[in-house]
């Protein structure tokens, strides 16, 4: 298990969403995945490799997003990656705040990781 | 990639919350997490391995506790196991309910699973 394992997490998490918020940068993110084997599931859409990913973050219809990020949690995987749950919320254009929940699983790569499982919900309940 | 995946977490989600719901069944939870290598985030709380996972469930301090699952995402993982990704609400006792969200990573063991990895965290924000 990799003793880093609360760096690797931090560090991605502060970069990936900065990548996120940015229209310019969003279209760059393509590197976050493997182009075959990354999975992500958006919103219960399940997109599979890099190129369907991007596709669907690039149809993304806001003009401005700002993630707040409440709670990072992180566990060290028995494979060398990492377990990454992010709670917080996120505002898009002039709508009021969402509260989202992301889950990454990052697989060691090279000298870096890679997103292998990407799933992400925005939480609207029927009310109880 | 195990092609069962989706029936796997539906019925692991249905088990796990049936047990966590009933004050004598959540004391029985200990088959669901392997005796060392069981990792489990609570609130922020990490707990290693079977018994210090029970004593934090035997610990909590409500009488009655019912989750509503909202959402259950999951997807098949390269190593035959399974994330599965839970938002829902939760109600302890007279509360207002809450908004929760759970990852669990279920790895194969025998002819069933276990839970590896398991992130909980209640969506309690400061205001945007």
Redesign the interface.
Known sequence: MNPQYQDIAAAFVQSYYLHFDDNEKRQTMASFYDEE?S?M?FE?Q?LLGRKKIMEKLSSLTFQKIAH?I??V?C?????GGV?V?V???L?TDEDP?H?F?Q?F?LKPYNEGFYV??D?F?I????A?
């Open positions: 084997t999975l599931s219960g399940n707040s409440t709670k949690d566990q060290p995987m028995f494979d377990l749950c709670l917080g919320q505002k705040p509260t929940s889950t699983v292998q499982h799933v919900r939480a609207v309940h029927d109880l």
